[in-house]
C-alpha cells in the first residue's frame, strides 16, 4: 500500500505546472497578486454577509414537510388499509392539523389564508360544531373572490361539483382544500378529488417515500463496500490528475474576480432591472414566465467572465491529449454508471445531515429560492427555465470551476485528499446557505471523490446534473 502512496505521489509531482505563483513569487507581478488578495478579501467578506444573511431568509424544509403531510392526508381513504398504515402512517389528518397550528401560531409572518382555511375544514370534519367559527373568522381576511366557497360551507350549502369547481378557482384548486371541501359540501365521493387522482397519488407516494428509501439502503450498502476496499487495499490506485497548468493567483483571480465579484455581482447588478423590465413586456400576461427566464439569463450571465479569463489563461503548448479539463465524455456509459454509482453513495450522508440539522436547529432558513420556485410553480415554460439552469448549466459551469480547474490545482501543492476536501469547501460556502453548509459539502466530496477517482471531468457533471435532477423531481411530485 506504501508503494501504491509513493507512486501517485510521484504522479501528482510530474504533471505539468508553471512555477510556483504564491504571493511573493518573482513568476507573477506585484499589482497582480495584490489584485488577488483583493479579489479573494472582497469575496470571503461577501460570502461571510451571504451564509450570515441566508439565516434570515425563509427556510424550504418546512413548506416540503407540509406538503408531505397534504399528500397523505389526501391519500387517506384511497389507498387500502395495510398500504395506508404503510405509507401514510397513524392519522396523517390529524397530524396535519397539529402542523398547521404550529405554522399558523408560531409563524415569524401571517399564515396564508389557504393554511388557515385547510386547518379549519380539517377541525371541522373532526368536530363540526366548532368548526364554524374559524371559517367566520376568515371571512374579513380574503379577498371578495374567494367568500363565496366560504359562504357556501357556512351555509352548508349541498351544490354540484361543478359549482364547487367554480367557487375553488380563486383559491387556486387547491387539491386538499378541494377535497374537504367536496367532502363537507355534499360531492359524490368518486367526483372528489382524492377518488378522480387515486393513480397519482399512489406514484407520487412512491416516489418520494419508497423510491428515496430504497436508493439510500442502496447507497449504504454500496458506501459500505467502497470503505471496505479503501480499507482493504483493494482499491485501485487512481489515475494521474490532470489539470490546468494554472498558479494560485490566476485561480484566485479566476474563482473570486472572475466568477464571484463579476458574474455574482457586478453584471447581476447592471443587468437586473433592464432584463426585468423587457421580460414584463414581452410576458406581460405570465409573471412566471418572466420568473423562470430571468433565474436563466441571469445565471448564464454568471460564466461568460470566468470561461473567457480562463481560456486565455490555458497555454497551447503542452496540452494534454484530453485536453486541459479532462472532460472525456467518451465512452458515454462509463462515466454515466460512475456518476449513477457516487450518487448513491452520497445519499446516505447527505440524508443523514440533513437529518441532524432539522433535529437539532428548531427553525432553519436560508434554503436555495430556486427550491420554492419550482414547488410552487405551475408555468411548465417557467419549470423548463428551472430545470434548465439547475440540470444543465450549474453542473457544467460549476464542475469546471470546482473540479476541473480548483481541483487539480490543489492537488499539485497540497496532496488529492486535501484538495477534494478544499475544493468541497469553497464549492458549499459559495451556494450562500448557512444550513445547508454541511449538506452541500458532503456533496462536493463526493464529486471531487469521482473526479479523481475517475480521471475525466465529466462523470462530476453528469454526477451533479443527476443529484440537481433528482431534487427537480421530487419537487415535481410534490407539487403535482
Request: hydrophobic letters at 50%; one cysteine or more.
Amino acid at each position: 500500500m506504501q508503494d501504491r502512496h509513493c507512486g501517485e505521489a510521484q504522479r501528482l509531482k510530474s504533471l505539468p505546472s508553471r512555477p510556483s505563483t504564491s504571493s511573493g513569487s518573482p513568476g507573477e507581478p506585484t499589482w497582480k497578486v495584490l489584485l488577488a488578495l483583493l479579489c479573494l478579501a472582497l469575496t470571503a467578506l461577501l460570502w461571510f454577509q451571504g451564509l450570515a444573511g441566508s439565516l434570515d431568509l425563509p427556510s424550504v424544509s418546512n413548506d416540503l414537510e407540509l406538503r408531505q403531510l397534504e399528500l397523505a392526508a389526501l391519500a387517506e381513504g384511497t389507498l387500502p388499509r395495510p398500504m395506508a398504515e404503510l405509507l401514510l402512517g397513524e392519522d396523517p389528518r390529524e397530524r396535519l392539523a397539529t402542523s398547521l397550528e404550529t405554522r399558523i401560531s408560531g409563524g415569524p409572518t401571517p399564515a396564508p389564508a389557504v393554511e388557515r382555511l385547510e386547518l379549519a375544514l380539517l377541525r371541522r370534519g373532526a368536530s363540526p360544531a366548532e368548526g364554524d367559527q374559524p371559517i367566520r373568522d376568515l371571512v374579513p381576511m380574503v379577498a371578495a373572490a374567494r367568500r363565496p366557497l366560504l359562504d357556501a360551507l357556512l351555509g352548508q350549502q349541498r351544490i354540484s361539483v361543478e359549482r364547487q369547481q367554480e367557487l375553488l378557482q380563486a383559491w387556486h384548486h387547491h387539491p386538499l382544500v378541494a377535497q374537504l371541501s367536496c367532502e363537507q359540501l355534499g360531492g359524490p365521493e368518486p367526483s372528489c378529488p382524492a377518488a378522480r387522482r387515486g393513480p397519482l397519488l399512489l406514484l407520487q407516494l412512491l416516489g418520494i417515500q419508497v423510491l428515496p428509501t430504497l436508493l439510500l439502503l442502496l447507497g449504504a450498502v454500496l458506501l459500505i463496500r467502497e470503505l471496505w476496499l479503501h480499507f482493504s487495499g483493494r482499491r485501485a490506485s487512481p489515475p494521474p490528475l490532470v489539470g490546468p497548468p494554472l498558479s494560485l493567483v490566476d485561480i484566485t483571480l479566476l474563482i473570486a474576480g472572475g466568477f464571484v465579484l463579476i458574474g455574482e455581482v457586478f453584471l447581476p447588478q447592471l443587468l437586473h432591472l433592464p432584463l426585468q423590465q423587457l421580460l414584463q413586456r414581452l410576458f406581460a400576461e405570465h409573471p412566471a414566465r418572466v420568473q423562470g427566464l430571468q433565474v436563466l439569463i441571469l445565471y448564464a450571465s454568471l460564466s461568460p467572465a470566468p470561461l473567457l479569463f480562463l481560456r486565455h489563461l490555458l497555454p497551447l503548448e503542452g496540452r494534454p491529449a484530453d485536453g486541459w479539463l479532462q472532460w472525456r465524455w467518451r465512452p458515454l456509459l462509463r462515466p454515466l454508471r460512475e456518476a449513477v454509482v457516487m450518487v448513491l453513495m452520497v445519499m446516505p450522508p447527505v440524508a443523514l445531515s440533513g437529518w441532524l440539522i432539522d433535529t437539532l436547529w428548531s427553525n432553519p432558513g436560508g434554503s436555495n429560492p430556486m427550491l420554492d420556485l419550482v414547488l410552487t410553480g405551475s408555468d411548465p415554460f417557467a419549470l423548463a427555465c428551472f430545470a434548465l439552469t439547475a440540470i444543465v448549466l450549474a453542473p457544467l459551469f460549476e464542475e469546471t470551476l470546482f473540479r476541473g480547474v480548483l481541483l487539480p490545482a490543489l492537488g499539485r501543492r497540497l496532496g488529492a485528499a486535501v484538495a477534494v476536501v478544499l475544493s468541497a469547501a469553497l464549492f458549499a460556502a459559495a451556494h450562500l446557505s448557512l444550513t445547508e453548509l454541511v449538506p452541500l459539502f458532503l456533496l462536493g466530496c463526493g464529486l471531487g471523490l469521482l473526479r479523481l477517482r475517475s480521471g475525466r471531468l465529466a462523470a462530476s457533471v453528469l454526477m451533479h446534473a443527476l443529484w440537481n435532477g433528482i431534487t427537480f423531481a421530487n419537487l415535481l411530485l410534490l407539487a403535482a
